[in-house]
């Protein structure tokens, strides 16, 4: 993940093994879908301090499929595990 500053300046913030769906969350976060075998993962990324937040990795065989609705709620799908999961972080 790099950050481009409007002068161009670029600042890499962060990396992902097979990075997949990526969607922006009401707090400005990234939330991330890592396909890579060993990590399979829904993973929050704070954008200003690069930190990272494994929100899910248990269950999946290859997630994919990702939104936020207006209360926040995460949906996950996996279509190789026909499952579609709801998570409500804090």
Same mark, same amino acid.
């Given at each position: 993940?790099?950050?481009?500053? &409007?002068?161009?300046? +670029? *600042?890499?913030?962060?990396?992902?093994?097979m &990075?997949?769906?990526?969607?922006?969350?009401?707090h400005?976060? /990234? !939330?991330?879908?890592? !396909?890579? &075998?060993? #990590?399979? =993962? !829904?993973?929050?990324?704070?954008?200003? *301090?690069?930190?990272?937040?494994? /929100? =899910?990795? +248990?269950?999946? #065989?290859?997630?994919?499929? /990702? !939104?936020?609705? *207006?209360?926040?709620?995460?949906? /996950?799908?996996?279509?190789?595990?026909?499952?579609?999961?709801?998570?409500? &972080?804090?």
């Amino acid at each position: 993940v790099w950050r481009i500053a &409007p002068d161009g300046i +670029k *600042t890499r913030i962060g990396g992902f093994g097979m &990075p997949d769906d990526v969607v922006i969350d009401p707090h400005g976060n /990234l !939330l991330i879908i890592d !396909l890579q &075998p060993a #990590i399979h =993962a !829904l993973i929050r990324m704070n954008v200003s *301090t690069g930190k990272r937040e494994v /929100l =899910a990795n +248990k269950g999946f #065989i290859e997630p994919q499929g /990702l !939104l936020v609705d *207006t209360h926040d709620n995460i949906f /996950l799908s996996d279509d190789y595990a026909d499952i579609i999961v709801e998570y409500q &972080p804090v």
